[in-house]
């Protein structure tokens, strides 16, 4: 009787906490949540859709019927009136380029190396290096200081270098860095690395950096897009024409078209409509914009992945 009972309870059934799966919905749900971001998404791209579309309008069709994703008439004037500066727009990509890429990877050297060393907690002076980093995002010298220094002191005006150095090292990067290997790089690996006898050099490059690349990306995607749209350096220290960077000379391009409209007022009636209907105005706007954006969209997709992960620094695990 005993062992009935016994194999009776055996049997019962467990009944077990049923949990719902939020990555397995029905498929209604499932198509509606794909819609909502796809909706989402186009109108995201739509924007910049819309600029290229308009930079391949003709002027005069965008001036009578106004903004139009089907414009009546294309036209590539825009283009052409940006190209007539000769070979100054391809100079300014190359100088552009040059500074991103060079910036980036100073950028990224440095970083990385401040940060390390002030994340690891037996070097004696983390502590005064961490205040001084902190201490330029609360307070800067100025304008009038940096100025002296880069053209007085270290005789960096009109140098491709006057673009790349002020702009190097990122209080903010390196706060990001040092909470990166602080918390994603376990202290094992480094004192593996010592036990077998590697220097502090070789533990970093060899061990460290290899594990680190979400964080390298992100303040390299940061960095990148800072050189890439600075104009600012360049207007304080560049006068040589072929030191000027993509986006400065959009600038000029703005202006020069500003100062075309501007001053022509000395020009007869019929002369001065003649000009300001002939010249592409809002097009060559949007051009500039297609321009300067289209090398640094396609540049984006390969930082993605590091970059998403990259976000997520500190983020607690269970």
């Not at 009546?72 to 100054?88: I, L, R």
């Not at 050099?201 to 995607?221: E, H, M, Q, W």
């Not at 220290?237 to 703005?254: C, F, G, H, R, T």
Request: glycine share 6%.
């Amino acid at each position: 009787m005993a062992e009935n009972i016994i194999v009776k309870q055996q049997s019962k059934p467990v009944r077990t906490k049923k949990t719902r799966d939020i990555h397995k919905l029905p498929p209604f749900w499932n198509g509606l949540a794909h819609l909502a971001m796809g909706l989402f998404s186009f109108m995201c791209v739509y924007p910049f859709l819309f600029i290229i579309v308009i930079s391949f309008t003709d002027e005069q069709s965008l001036a009578v019927n106004g903004y139009s994703i089907f414009p009546e008439k294309w036209s590539t004037s825009a283009y052409v009136y940006m190209f007539k500066t000769g070979d100054q727009l391809l100079r300014s990509y190359g100088v552009t380029l040059f500074v991103t890429i060079v910036g980036t990877l100073l950028t990224i050297a440095i970083v990385s190396l401040y940060s390390y060393a002030i994340s690891r907690s037996y070097f004696r002076y983390r502590g005064i290096f961490s205040f001084i980093a902190f201490f330029t995002m609360l307070f800067g010298g100025g304008l009038v200081p940096s100025y002296i220094v880069m053209t007085q002191v270290l005789h960096l005006k009109d140098t491709v270098w006057a673009l790349i150095l002020p702009m190097c090292v990122s209080a903010f990067s390196i706060l990001i860095m040092r909470t990166f290997f602080k918390t994603m790089v376990p202290d094992a690996i480094i004192e593996s690395g010592k036990i077998d006898g590697a220097s502090e050099f070789r533990v970093f490059f060899y061990l460290v950096l290899p594990i680190s690349l979400p964080g390298l990306a992100t303040i390299g995607l940061f960095a990148a897009l800072g050189y890439w749209n600075d104009w600012f350096n360049a207007l304080l220290y560049i006068d040589n024409a072929s030191l000027v960077p993509l986006q400065s000379l959009l600038m000029k391009v703005e202006n020069n078209i500003q100062f075309i409209i501007q001053n022509s007022t000395s020009v007869a009636g019929t002369e001065r409509s003649e000009l300001i209907r002939t010249l592409p105005m809002e097009t060559t706007r949007m051009a500039m914009v297609v321009l300067a954006t289209v090398p640094i969209v396609f540049a984006y997709p390969f930082f993605q992945k590091y970059f998403v992960q990259g976000l997520t620094i500190g983020a607690v695990k269970e």
